[in-house]
Nanobody
């Protein structure tokens, strides 16, 4: 069974930092593009940052200069370092990945999501 599991969320004061992790496990052949999304109450889910297999990154304008996305392919883990947090960063943060996996039917490519981790920034 393929899983993406986020961790590292929590409650932090404005100006503080958190580091989120997203660990992939299961019968994975290859991990391609990975993204962090977030969803605040009453709002649509939005892309926060993305990273491809070569390490190229992209960020939402609202987090540029404050958040850094990285990945460790040997650990099958993606990270999101969040600094200078603001109350408007409060949301459930989800990781997603484009994976090539092995099944009884052979190789399958698909997009997978984690269950999310809550980040709350108090003012």
């Amino acid at each position: 069974q393929v899983q993406l599991v986020e961790s590292g969320g929590g409650l932090v004061q404005a100006g503080g930092s958190l580091r989120l992790s997203c660990a992939a496990s299961g019968s994975i052949i290859n991990i391609n593009h990975m993204d962090w999304y977030r969803q605040a109450p009453g709002k649509q889910r939005e892309l926060v940052a993305g990273i491809n297999s070569g390490g190229s990154t992209n960020y939402a304008d609202s987090v540029k200069g404050r958040f850094t996305i990285t990945r460790d392919n040997t650990k099958r883990t993606m990270y999101l370092q969040m600094n200078s947090l603001k109350p408007e960063d409060t949301a459930v943060y989800f990781c997603t990945a484009d994976l090539a996996i092995v099944t009884t039917s052979g190789r399958i490519n698909g997009n997978y999501w984690g269950q999310g981790t809550q980040v709350t920034v108090s003012s």
